[in-house]
């Protein structure tokens, strides 16, 4: 079998190539291996193995300009401009290194490759190869990396992964997330780890008092906590020493980092190393503190196959599939530098324990990892894939893959399952799940991102958080365990239990919980793994800051996961200590515990009080309480429970104001608003005073178009703000059909009942209704006012809108107001702040310069009512313009966040938002990196009116993108609608 490797650079040092090299060799044993590597960039490879094994380059960046290593007549001159032009094949923002020549010569290999198997070694090749290579060329692609944290560096798998033959991860967690992401349009999915390299390898002898780290000098790998870390402990153990291997552009910042610790002569930044087996023979510990971009490090191999003990971030994949927790390393929660040090401290001060853990490195790595074992795998997968090669089914099954694919959200977006930052569960905790899933009803408890979850379609976030909440307290109830419920800043529930009922309440939680599936991630374990575990577990799990609880719940699409965020927290509070360290006392009635023979020479004084301190985090009343006996009760959904009276009192920052949200709405489909729309035009494109711009949209309804945005954007409200109390529907006498007009949440306001001069209607132009919307009756004076392409994208509160003071806060954009007079080729929204600009620079003496962000508005009334007082005439004359035009202001997007901060009446805030024109194909992986991060607080989906895409093509784009983000049904919508 003939086997060929695509690297883009295999001349450099990194994981992904010397794993590819380490498996090319143990299959070159048996059969025919080759590595094509894209570009050549050193005189010699970085790795002993590349020298190996055949290799073949493609283009060779060793030379100026670059240039095909194979013959070619190219002159300096078209190599040079070939060298400057971008790629076709490969988006620059998936990967910036190939060029239109890199291009040239991967359409010249590729197409004629004569091989069995290609094996694709990043998503960005894997894109490239599935079009260029032969049909009866077997296609694999080996995912080096967590593909669920690529990024956009990682769209072009979930894209191109339908042409495949297989594809392949290095751990269960990611293809678990691959294979809910791609559903029916995945294509073979497997997992095989990476293998120990074969040859003698140098073993550390368990006495060395050396920490060897091996990691890139950037950013994602951390080094800088290594530093740190390391220097927390130095002076506890000033015989041990620090030595980093590797380059990269953080060089320097993290030689500064070393001497403003003073630990010149005791850390060391050595550069890449090409023996790494004979530093780790030298080592007595290792580290490995990269982010969450880590699969299966190689170099975690490495040093356990030297007898090295491992301390290790527990990051997503990677490092918990291969140190064992206190067999043959440590593993602490991600980015907790003090638990990293104090790790670091424990194995360095037991020799007894580092030594132990050394044994068990050497004997499991190569039991669980062999390259024996791991080469088997790779034969079992290539040659049954080549015993099917020929059959008619495979080009089917791929064409009907690729197929669904595009159906799935069209050629540049495709919908993603949520992740999780735990790692996988044991084997005997995965066997318990299943346990669990066969006692459940067929199909209520599913796995989703490798864990169990309950499959439903009826829940938002702040029912999952009262859910949660619910089943903890009961659990701790069940046996008395006291508690009371802290008010934080987030939405989800903390729960404060006194540090000396840790054990029994832990208990309680596995008693409760036993049988479920809940689970609970675990903070600041002392003793076990982090991560989290099944709820019923936690009996014995020893000694440990806090829980998060939680009942993991995703719906039928597979895109939307309550989990972790909605968990309920249960933070063991520790006693304050007194001045001499003894712990304060618990009532007026405890013992003093350090009375002497002479205590009865002065009479004691009042005892301290029973003061607890936050184990970590913080309560919006501070770190620190005088005690956790309950003093009052607090209501959260449908029941109270015990609290302390100042999170029962209004606080300086609360914003429990009543806070409305306003939607304007119109639907383009109807025929008598369209026959209306056409009336007031005259038959004409545009109306006098309307803009060029304007009237070139108004002329395709660009403006108006109903991709039914409305019904996701009120799923975002339902889902993300909660806390709104009333919603207004402003439309021009339309009510969508899937709308349940009989909520009492919910309020339709035609035109007619809102435009104090009804001769102004029918209307078309979104500012004129906009200067009416504080007539509506009921109206709270603080509201949040909504487009229906505005949408939540996570959960929010009031103060992510007013201060507690009442103030609304307004978010400039980076977009500016072009200092130039208003113009007929200005679209809208520009000349109506150019003209809101005027008004301000003539009463206030200020320029404004920038938009708005296009996200929910936060206004108050009694700001609007005085602006239509102020500006009656301009505001009447904005009212009565039935379109867009160049005399317009813009009342609610503009004028009123720079009168009322000028006024001293709103506040600049910052937000996560992000905008994507719909109308642009390149935006559309924008919508895949928004559903697989949901990280933005606020998002808008817009349309240019000159795209040049079918409407087809950007509805199907939208109703995938909304539909996976919100598929949960929102109060607002009649029970029969879909």
Not at 108 to 115: H, I
Not at 297 to 326: C, N
Not at 448 to 469: I, K, Q
Request: one cysteine or more.
């Amino acid at each position: 079998m003939k086997i060929t490797y695509l690297l883009g650079w295999g001349d450099e040092m990194g994981g992904t190539e010397l794993a590819t090299y380490t498996q090319a060799l143990h299959l070159a044993e048996r059969h025919d291996v080759e590595v094509v590597s894209v570009f050549r960039t050193r005189p010699e490879p970085f790795f002993p193995e590349a020298r190996q094994v055949p290799v073949r380059y493609l283009v060779d960046r060793t030379v100026t300009p670059e240039r095909p290593v194979r013959e070619s007549r190219l002159d300096e001159a078209a190599c040079r401009t070939l060298a400057a032009l971008p790629s076709e094949l490969i988006e620059p923002a998936w990967e910036s290194a190939f060029d239109r020549l890199s291009d040239v010569e991967l359409t010249a290999a590729l197409s004629t490759l004569d091989t069995d198997v290609l094996v694709t070694t990043t998503p960005a090749l894997l894109a490239a190869a599935v079009g260029l290579v032969p049909p009866r060329v077997l296609t694999v692609h080996q995912e080096h990396r967590p593909t669920q944290r690529r990024g956009r560096s990682g769209e072009p798998l979930l894209l191109h992964a339908p042409r495949l033959d297989a594809l392949v991860t290095l751990t269960g967690r990611t293809r678990d997330w691959i294979a809910e992401s791609l559903g029916a349009t995945a294509p073979e999915l497997a997992v095989i780890p990476n293998a120990v390299p074969d040859g003698f390898r140098p073993r550390a002898d368990g006495e060395s008092k050396v920490i060897v780290m091996a990691a890139r000098l950037t950013g994602e790998k951390r080094v800088d906590h290594a530093i740190r870390a390391f220097a927390r402990v130095a002076e506890a153990h000033p015989e041990w020493t620090l030595r980093i291997f590797g380059g990269g552009h953080r060089e320097q910042s993290l030689r500064r980092l070393v001497d403003a610790f003073g630990l010149q002569d005791r850390v060391e930044l050595l550069g890449p190393c090409q023996d790494m087996a004979a530093e780790w023979a030298t080592a007595g510990l290792s580290l490995m503190t990269a982010g969450h971009n880590e699969a299966f490090p190689l170099v975690l191999l490495e040093a356990l196959a030297a007898g090295v003990p491992v301390v290790a971030y527990d990051v997503l994949t990677g490092p918990a599939e291969i140190v064992r927790h206190r067999v043959d390393g440590l593993l602490v929660p991600p980015g907790e530098i003090g638990e990293l040090a104090a790790a670091m401290d424990e194995l360095m001060s037991d020799d007894a324990l580092r030594r132990g853990c050394a044994r068990a490195a050497r004997e499991g790595v190569y039991e669980r990892f062999s390259s024996a074992g791991v080469t088997a795998l790779w034969e079992e997968l290539y040659t049954r894939l080549l015993a099917g090669r020929d059959r008619p089914e495979r080009l089917a099954g791929r064409a009907d893959r690729v197929a669904l694919g595009v159906a799935s959200g069209g050629c540049g977006f495709r919908p993603t399952a949520p992740h999780t930052f735990n790692a996988d569960a044991s084997a005997d905790e995965r066997a318990r799940e299943d346990e669990i899933i066969a006692a459940a009803p067929e199909g209520r408890v599913i796995r989703s991102v490798g864990r169990l979850a309950e499959c439903r379609d009826d829940v938002l976030a702040p029912r999952m958080a009262e859910w949660n909440l619910e089943v903890t307290a009961a659990a701790l109830e069940s046996r008395q365990i006291p508690y009371v419920l802290v008010r934080t800043d987030g939405t989800a529930h903390t729960l404060a239990v006194d540090e000396d009922d840790r054990d029994r309440a832990l208990k309680a939680l596995a008693e409760r919980l036993h049988g479920e599936p809940v689970y609970a991630e675990l903070v600041n374990p002392r003793d076990a793994a982090p991560g989290a575990v099944l709820a019923e577990r936690l009996d014995g799990i020893g000694e440990l800051a806090g829980v998060k609880v939680f009942r993991p719940v995703t719906t039928t699409t597979l895109s939307l996961r309550h989990g972790v965020q909605q968990a309920c927290t249960v933070a063991f509070w520790p006693r304050v200590r007194g001045p001499e360290g003894t712990a304060a006392a618990d009532s007026p009635d405890s013992p003093e515990s350090a009375a002497g023979p002479d205590a009865t020479t002065a009479p004691p004084g009042p005892p301290e009080p029973s003061r607890r301190r936050a184990p970590f985090g913080s309560t919006l009343a501070g770190a620190e309480l005088p005690s956790l006996a309950p003093t009052a009760r607090l209501r959260v959904g449908e029941r109270e429970y015990p609290t302390l009276d100042v999170f029962t009192q209004r606080l300086m920052n609360d914003a429990d104001f009543p806070v409305d949200a306003v939607y304007t709405w119109v639907d383009d489909s109807d025929p008598d608003w369209r026959a209306a729309r056409t009336a007031a035009l005259g038959g004409t494109p545009g109306a006098p005073g309307t803009t060029a711009a304007d009237a070139s949209a108004d002329s395709g309804t660009v403006r108006f178009r109903n991709r039914d945005e409305l019904r996701y954007s009120l799923r975002s409200l339902a889902m993300y703000a909660p806390w709104v109390r009333h919603v207004y529907l402003v439309t021009a006498g339309q009510v969508p059909d899937w709308l349940d007009r009989d909520h009492p949440g919910l309020t339709v306001v035609d035109h007619r009942e809102l435009f104090a001069d009804r001769g102004a209607l029918p209307t078309f132009n979104s500012h004129a209704i906009e200067t009416q919307l504080h007539r509506i009756e009921g109206l709270a004076e603080h509201f949040l006012y909504f487009n229906d392409d505005m949408f939540l994208g996570r959960p929010t509160t009031p103060g992510t809108f007013f201060l507690g003071s009442g103030l609304p806060k307004f978010f400039w954009s980076s977009a500016s107001v072009p200092a130039l007079p208003v113009d007929e080729t200005d679209e809208g929204y520009l000349a109506a702040a150019k003209n809101n600009r005027e008004l301000l620079r003539r009463d206030f003496g200020r320029t404004a310069t920038h938009c708005f962000l296009h996200v929910p508005y936060a206004l108050r009334r009694s700001v609007l009512e005085e602006l239509g007082e102020r500006y009656a005439g301009e505001l009447a004359a904005t009212a009565r313009a039935r379109f867009r035009g160049t005399t317009d202001h813009s009342l609610v997007s503009s004028l009123h966040q720079h009168y009322a901060y000028l006024t001293g009446r709103a506040v600049p805030g910052s937000v996560s938002y992000d905008f994507v024109d719909i109308g642009s194909r390149a935006d559309h992986a924008r919508l895949g990196q928004l559903l697989q991060s949901r990280n933005k607080t606020a998002f808008c989906i817009g349309e240019s009116p000159d795209s040049g895409m079918s409407d087809e093509e950007m509805a199907l784009a939208v109703r995938s993108f909304l539909t996976a983000y919100f598929p949960v049904r929102s109060p607002y919508e009649r029970a029969a609608s879909v």
